[in-house]
């Protein structure tokens, strides 16, 4: 198997747009809840414009050129963390490649990634627990350490 990995272009959003709607969907049913109300066009369309404006970044696992791992990444700034962060908004690899060290390289290349843009640190917000136990384990494994807390979210509405 021949693995490679490369910084996404805006070219890719259909790609990237439809690993993220597998993870959004797998973490809704695994949860038995309705996190996401995520749909593939616009999905691909968001993609597009963020990757487009530079506001976003993706890097794609490819096994014998077919895309097997996501991660998508945002540049920000955060005073407790030193300065400029990065953030894992999306991480996935498709169930089969799961356990076959892919998801570990695709870590390694977010690190590096940071690292070429001074980052002082790579952050993300993980799964509802206890479903998603096994990914915890995962990201510990591969260098990243629980800091507390829980995502929260308050929708706001946009079109007033």
Not at 52 to 64: C, E, F, P, R, T
Not at 107 to 121: D, L, M, P, T
Request: hydrophobic letters at 40%; charged letters at 20%.
């Amino acid at each position: 198997m021949k693995l490679e990995f490369t910084q996404a272009t805006p070219d890719k959003a259909k790609i990237i747009g439809s690993m993220v709607v597998q993870l959004t969907q797998e973490i809704c049913e695994r949860t038995n809840a309705k996190h996401f109300d995520i749909d593939l066009e616009s999905t691909v369309q968001r993609c597009e414009e963020l990757l487009s404006a530079g506001h976003y970044a993706a890097i794609i696992g490819w096994a014998d050129n077919i895309p097997v791992a996501v991660s998508t990444i945002a540049e920000t700034y955060a005073l407790y963390a030193g300065g400029k962060i990065g953030v894992i908004q999306e991480f996935y690899v498709i169930p089969e490649f799961r356990s076959s060290g892919v998801g570990a390289v695709l870590i390694e290349q977010v690190r590096s990634y940071g690292q070429k843009r001074a980052w002082s640190c790579i952050e993300l917000c993980t799964p509802p627990l206890p479903e998603f136990d096994r990914t915890i384990s995962f990201y510990q494994n591969n260098g990243l350490v629980p800091v507390g807390g829980r995502k929260m979210r308050q929708n706001l509405d946009i079109n007033r």
